[in-house]
């Protein structure tokens, strides 16, 4: 069984996700419990902390500990100033700083993307992987505007909000380190990936509908672009209907101009009043 393990993975360079898959299906066909069982998980664990600790470093601290291009989540055009093995990769980020809102968006959008070939099905589901995806964004966001765990005065009340706290992050980050010891790895990362992104989702919508005011901000969007909610474009519709019920002349845009559109101009102009 170990000749053919090891044989198989010489015979394609495996990374990441894919060693760990022939790692996993090896070991849980194995029925025993002598010296090629526990060698056999000892590797799928040494192989599985890896995994691990980067899903920690992007859904805790968002950023990427992929010196050698193995996580399942990507940076697009991320060039490799690192060593192989090196503990850091990529330039280092100092995440306090704020972002231009094109930078911002660029980075929510396209900067960060998910590599379906890396990611271990045997233990992460594509589901489950689009929310390690979210979640690490999101905590980039929150980060930025120095909103990332932050303490609450009423801790009980915010654990039944779903909101997260260090302890509480600290307990996910423990079951995920852990999670090869359960009898259901894929479970164990399934349900913690979900807590915490539930965590972050809930602290990412206080940012953005609270504390920015985004329902605000959408009623201002909404009266500029119905100019007077509706009521510039109520003036012209009543003004050219007259116009519209017959044949068009050869000069209808000419008489829509003096006309309903000079009446629904005048009106709006004189709804917002003198400096507005």
Not at 103 to 114: G, N
Not at 143 to 169: F, I, K, V, Y
Not at 183 to 188: E, F, G, R
Request: proline share 5%; aromatic share 8%; charged share 20%.
């Amino acid at each position: 069984m170990l000749h053919r393990v090891v044989t198989q993975v010489a015979a394609r360079p495996f990374h990441g996700g894919a060693l760990l898959d022939v790692l996993w299906k090896a070991a849980s066909h194995h029925m025993g419990a002598g010296d090629l069982y526990r060698c056999l998980w000892s590797a799928v664990c040494s192989v599985g902390n890896v995994l691990a600790n980067q899903l920690v470093a992007w859904m805790v601290y968002g950023r990427i500990a992929d010196p050698d291009g193995e996580f399942f989540v990507r940076r697009v055009g991320e060039r490799r100033p690192w060593q192989p093995g090196a503990a850091l990769c990529g330039r280092a980020e100092d995440l306090s700083q704020p972002m231009t809102a094109l930078a911002a968006q660029r980075e929510w959008q396209s900067l960060f993307v998910l590599r379906p070939e890396a990611i271990p099905k045997n233990i992460v589901t594509m589901e489950t992987a689009k929310r390690v995806l979210f979640a690490g964004k999101a905590v980039r966001v929150l980060m930025r505007g120095n909103r990332w765990l932050r303490r609450t005065d009423d801790s009980w009340e915010s654990s039944l909000q779903g909101n997260l706290d260090p302890a509480t992050l600290q307990n996910e980050v423990d079951f995920l380190r852990s999670c090869f010891m359960a009898k259901s790895p894929a479970l164990v990362v399934e349900q913690s990936v979900e807590r915490i992104r539930n965590g972050v989702a809930i602290q990412l919508r206080n940012l953005i509908v609270d504390e920015a005011e985004l329902c605000q901000h959408l009623a201002a969007m909404k009266g500029f672009y119905l100019l007077g909610y509706g009521a510039f474009y109520q003036t012209f519709l009543d003004s050219a209907r007259k116009l519209l019920q017959g044949r068009p002349p050869w000069n209808a845009e000419r008489e829509l101009q003096a006309g309903p559109w000079a009446a629904a101009m005048s009106e709006h102009e004189g709804a917002e009043g003198p400096g507005q």
